[in-house]
T-cell receptor, first 115, second 114 residues
Framework: DVKVTQSSRYLVKRTGEKVFLECVQD?????MFWYRQDPGLGLRLIYF???????EKGDIPEGYSVSREKKERFSLILESASTNQTSMYLC??????????????FGQGTRLTVV | AQSVTQLDSQVPVFEEAPVELRCNYS??????LFWYVQYPNQGLQLLLK??????LVKGINGFEAEFNKSQTSFHLRKPSVHISDTAEYFC????????????FGSGTRLLVRP
């Protein structure tokens, strides 16, 4: 059974803390993604990676960074957490076909609250 | 830039009635298209996908969608819904240009009433 695993379901952090969200996939997928999900806004792409050590900014990268040192692991980093980063964070992975993504598989999500 | 528009934020419908959830996209190059479903407190799972071939795509749980290139649409349909179909549905686009970007719409909440 294919799997994308996010390290935490729920996190509470204080303003100004450095926060790490970890994601691991076991499908040998090239592409990995981080989204945040907010009511009425759908899934907004923060960063994605199409290869080890490669990363691309998505639509809302400000306040975030990422790391992909190994193919199976993609980390999202909040350098200095703020209350407006309180959200549900979703990690996904996919393989490629002819220059596009095939089916993406999602983790269960991490609900982050910044107080 | 590419974009995905889901025109309805919420669709209420009675059980056993048909439903259509609308999705339009904007892209100057070829795309792959997807519909995902999210049940409460769960991650997203794939309902169906269009990569190539027949424009009518059938998915799980009796859902189907039709790719209309001229209208840049990929509407999701089900002829008879059940209470258990109550969930949020997301349309997504992957542009076939080796950028590997995967873009989602804002979602449509389907509310099935008895």
């Amino acid at each position: 059974d294919v799997k994308v695993t996010q390290s935490s379901r729920y996190l509470v952090k204080r303003t100004g803390e450095k926060v790490f969200l970890e994601c691991v996939q076991d499908m040998d997928h090239e592409n990995m993604f981080w989204y945040r999900q907010d009511p009425g806004l759908g899934l907004r792409l923060i960063y994605f990676s199409y290869d080890v050590k490669m990363k691309e900014k998505g639509d809302i990268p400000e306040g975030y960074s990422v790391s992909r040192e190994k193919k199976e692991r993609f980390s999202l980093i909040l350098e200095s957490a703020s209350t407006n980063q309180t959200s549900m964070y979703l990690c996904a992975s996919s393989s490629t076909l002819g220059g596009g993504n095939t089916e993406a598989f999602f983790g269960q999500g991490t609900r982050l609250t910044v107080v | 830039a590419q974009s995905v528009t889901q025109l309805d934020s919420q669709v209420p419908v009675f059980e056993e009635a048909p439903v259509e959830l609308r999705c339009n996209y904007s892209s100057s190059v070829s795309v792959y298209l997807f519909w995902y479903v999210q049940y409460p407190n769960q991650g997203l799972q794939l309902l169906l996908k269009y990569l190539s071939g027949s424009t009518l795509v059938k998915g799980i749980n009796g859902f189907e969608a039709e790719f209309n290139k001229s209208q840049t649409s990929f509407h999701l349909r089900k002829p008879s819904v059940h209470i258990s179909d109550t969930a949020e549905y997301f349309c997504a686009v992957s542009v076939v240009d080796s950028s590997y970007k995967l873009i989602f719409g804002s979602g449509t909440r389907l509310l099935v009433r008895p």
